[in-house]
């Protein structure tokens, strides 16, 4: 119990899902899933989450711990559980995503389904450099312009001067 207490403390992201109608096969598959993301998941009883949650960001969320209940949460990528468990529920359209949690605020499934489809924090970083790497590339470009058009100017008069020195000759 304190130690659920102490790891919803530090939660990102979240995603609470009903797990009634999964087969074992089928739990095994979305668990290895959930690790592989990096994302822990459990299943858990919903008086003793209830008491775990109090006093945490997830509070807000108790209301989504109706029936089996299964929490998916991550402590880094607050889109991380969502995006496992919706590309699983597409494949499995039993699983059943109750709601969520990202950002301090509560999420309904439609919310998770929005939160899957964004991108992670390396790709919005990766998103920003390319920004920032592009800016600077059309200043440079911008500022070495004039020197290069200065560069063309004398090589067109040189060019000039040398037909002009040919026919004379």
Not at 3 to 17: I, K, P, S
Not at 23 to 48: D, G, I, M
Not at 85 to 90: D, R
Request: aromatic share 6%; with cysteine; glycine share 6%.
């Amino acid at each position: 119990m304190k130690r659920w207490h102490e790891l919803f403390g530090n939660v990102e992201g979240a995603v609470f899902t009903g797990v009634s109608s999964l087969t074992v096969a089928e739990s095994t598959a979305l668990r290895r899933r959930f690790k592989e993301a990096k994302v822990s998941y459990e299943v858990v009883r919903n008086t003793l989450a209830r008491i775990a949650l109090k006093e945490t960001p997830l509070d807000i969320a108790v209301d989504l711990l109706d029936g089996p209940t299964a929490i998916a949460w991550s402590q880094d990528d607050p889109a991380a559980p969502a995006r496992v468990a919706m590309a699983y529920s597409k494949e499995v359209d039993r699983f059943q995503i109750r709601g969520g949690f990202a950002g301090g605020q509560k999420l309904d499934a439609e919310g998770v389904k929005e939160l899957a489809t964004m991108p992670s924090f390396n790709d919005l970083r990766a998103m920003l450099l390319g920004t920032i790497d592009a800016v600077a590339a059309k200043l440079l470009a911008q500022i070495n312009a004039p020197a290069q058009q200065l560069v063309g100017v004398c090589q067109a008069r040189k060019e000039d001067l040398e037909q002009k020195e040919k026919k004379a000759a």
